[in-house]
DNA sequence: TTGTATGCGTTATCAT
DNA sequence: ATGATAACGCATACAA
């Protein structure tokens, strides 16, 4: 592949000349530039990223660690889709995404490497972390690691942060049932992240401002986008001496495994019981009847990520460390009915 | 961040013996080896992938080019399905992903980067396209270039491809329908694409080797994943003298609009009308009724592109251009069911 | 306006 | 077993 030498070499020029013709100095004569330029062209030359990384110390590339359950947040809607608009952000900005990974190679350079290791050898600019397990201690090297990092959904000392108001999504949900009339709310919460924990703290909290009482029955954890643990949980809060009257769900994908349960026995969904999801998936729109969720702004999630690690990345002397957080709003649906029992 | 000679520095041996001693190349004595290790570790030496790169020509990373109507790859189910298996194996073989991408920034070294130009820039080793317009100029460009390509769902000369079984996937499906009584079978189909005229294709074929007669009035055009068209497509077969007794959508998410569509009117699905998917997103499987659908094996598909174009990066002599189809398998589900009319 | 020289971090060749 | 040296492709300070 072409080289500034073979330019350099055809225009019978330096490679001093050549870079600085094509990278458009201002102490190079505009015919030289022509010159240059169309010589590059006839040659095919292909600027080289990695001798220009090893002069600028700058990569132009962003790191992503997404990790779910799965270990991959590929698959995951919620992430896919704030990676989706990260990307967008990040990209209209010069930056490239590239995957940070599991560091199980065989053999390769890769293996072994830590996340912070790996994030390292490939010199990223700048790192974002959208991850379940806050607690990996790979995860917690990374964020304590020189480069800078934008984290998703969680907070580290002195680390940006992006957050969902998952607390005031709780609270507006659980008001929006409590105004439908329903005293028998149910709360299928996930486990372990904090994203759980805010969810639920926001649970109790609001039950309490509003004079709920909230039995520990009422009350079972179930993994994220789990639809055969949702469906069991449904089971087991339907069979109780006093069931619930409205089921709030973890995700909207769990919600399914709550309808499923629920029309098994014959039951309606918002005449016989009511049920929400959290997210907003586009989905949820569209089944009937429309799920009543939490939409999620993950545009505005990924958009923000992006523009606050770039600001990190190209002015890291004067931006600021932020804790940001993003709205939630309930999205009404119909599978929350009027309870008047 | 420590380099080679800083390790030299301190260990009071070459920069060569420190290369040498990190590779773990026979000649370097045992004492020498540990030591630089130690070293290295103390330090806190990263290798750095930009200077490797430059030496070796090889990156070890590879491109990916996944491009759907709304320019971006990553919330659509099926291509998200497909990149994180394609994904897991590349990592799992050392290689990281980095996403090409639409050449848009502003002022920056990507700006006005073909995709070919910015793979060449990257200097990838190889790159993975899936992608809805394979007649897009740049994609064309891109699977013309020197950079080993497989794509997916579409073939180009001399290139290798991993091809769904679209053909085969759709007459099982639409002889699954015949075998179940059905005789007046419509088909909403995507456009544009190879991978839609072959489905349509195959309809048609089909429906001739079974002896079906298909009116035109039952084969109506409609974006892939677009749920409004397959909404009005519906109602527009609803809406006929003769309405089919069985609907087959372009995708899962479609048919989501053809049962938004059907029980607006008080239809019931299975018993009234009939409906079938396309591709087996884990969703389809959990609606009720579940949804009859063609499942593409995405994990193979994925699996295969890795492993067949690592195989051409490594051995690019000895490596064979391949057309590999990876079969389809009709889902049942419960929404298509007995015609007796 | 152009060229020379240097070095970024690494690998590889060839001496020693 | 180890080291000196060149080279990969590029940007940049400085000299001309």
Redesign the interface.
């Known amino acids: 592949?072409a080289s500034l030498k073979d330019i350099a070499k055809e225009c019978g020029v330096s490679v001093a000349t050549v870079s600085k013709a094509l990278n458009d100095q201002a102490d190079i004569s505009s015919q030289t530039k022509e010159k240059v330029r169309a010589a590059a062209e006839r040659l095919g030359y292909?600027?080289?990223?990695?001798?220009?990384?090893?002069k600028t110390d700058r990569?132009?590339?962003i790191g992503v660690l997404f990790v779910d359950e799965a270990r991959?947040g590929?698959?995951h809607?919620f992430f896919?889709?704030i990676?989706?608009s990260f990307?967008?952000t990040a990209?209209?900005?010069?930056?490239?995404?590239?995957?940070i990974?599991?560091s199980?190679?065989?053999?390769?350079?890769?293996?072994r490497m830590s996340y912070l290791?790996h994030a390292?050898?490939?010199?990223f600019d700048g790192v974002v972390i959208a991850c379940v397990d806050f607690t990996d201690p790979e995860v917690i090297e990374l964020i304590g690691g020189e480069i800078p990092v934008v984290t998703i959904d969680h907070i580290f000392n002195n680390r940006t942060a992006i957050l969902s108001d998952n607390i005031g999504g709780v609270k507006d949900l659980t008001t929006y049932c409590y105004n439908k009339g329903h005293r028998k709310i149910a709360f299928i919460h996930g486990s372990k992240s904090t994203v759980a924990q805010n969810r639920l703290s926001s649970f109790y909290r609001t039950a309490e401002q509003l004079g709920l009482e909230v039995p520990d029955a009422y009350v079972i954890p179930s993994d994220y986008r789990n639809?055969e643990a949702a469906c069991r949980a449904t089971e087991q809060l339907l069979d109780l001496p006093d069931p619930p009257t409205c089921i709030l769900y973890p995700d909207d994908?769990s919600a399914?495994?709550g309808?499923?349960a629920i029309?098994r026995r014959g039951l309606r969904i918002p005449e016989d019981i009511s049920i929400a999801g959290f997210d907003g998936t586009p989905?949820a729109e569209?089944?009937?009847p429309r799920l009543t969720t939490v939409a999620q702004n993950t545009e505005e999630m990924g958009r923000l990520a992006a523009m606050h690690l770039i600001e990190e990345i190209r002015h890291p002397k004067t931006s600021l460390v932020e804790v940001i957080t993003v709205g939630t709003e309930v999205s009404p649906g119909e599978s929350v009915g009027t309870c008047r029992k």
Not at 104 to 110: E, F, K, P, Q
Not at 120 to 123: A, E, G, I, L, Q
């Open positions: 592949m292909s600027p080289n990223a990695a001798a220009i990384s090893l990569t132009e590339n991959s590929l698959t809607e896919a889709r990676l989706d990307k967008r990209e209209a900005h010069g930056y490239d995404i590239t995957f990974n599991s199980s190679a065989n053999g390769s350079r890769l293996a290791e390292r050898y490939r010199r639809l994908y399914f495994g309808i499923k029309r989905i569209q089944i009937d």
